[in-house]
């Protein structure tokens, strides 16, 4: 079982990016997948959340990134992304994706159990 994170990099203000999270050994839509990102010096923070496609597929987003990120699925290629638009400075960080391993869970999930090893994006002029 293994969660590729991928697609950060350095991107101006008001650019955008796209994260994928790709799954091995696993499929991916069994299971609810978040996007998580961490600063420095703080806690990490879940800023997006998929439900499985055996529970009710529902999506949420945190306040900070509502309206500007979208998380998706592409079930044929095993792979959750992040589409992120309109970034801020405030949104640099390594962005991790998780999935539990409970079939047919919904956000949020009771624990998330598999990590990718992370992607950093930064948004800088």
């Known amino acids: 079982v293994q969660l590729q994170a991928s697609g950060g990099g350095l991107v101006q203000p008001g650019g955008s990016l796209t994260l994928s999270c790709l799954a091995s050994g696993f499929t991916l839509e069994y299971y609810t997948t978040g996007w998580f990102r961490q600063v420095p010096g703080k806690e990490r923070e879940g800023i997006s959340c998929i439900s499985s496609s055996g529970g009710t597929g529902s999506i949420y987003y945190t306040d900070p990134v509502k309206g500007r990120f979208t998380i998706s699925r592409d079930n044929a290629k095993n792979t959750v992304y992040l589409q992120m638009n309109s970034l801020k400075p405030e949104d640099t960080a390594v962005y991790y994706c998780?999935?539990?391993?409970?079939?047919?869970?919904?956000?949020?999930?009771?624990?998330?159990?598999?990590w990718g090893q992370g992607t950093q994006v930064t948004v800088s002029s």
């Open positions: 998780a999935t539990d391993a409970a079939p047919g869970s919904t956000c949020p999930p009771l624990s998330w159990n598999y």
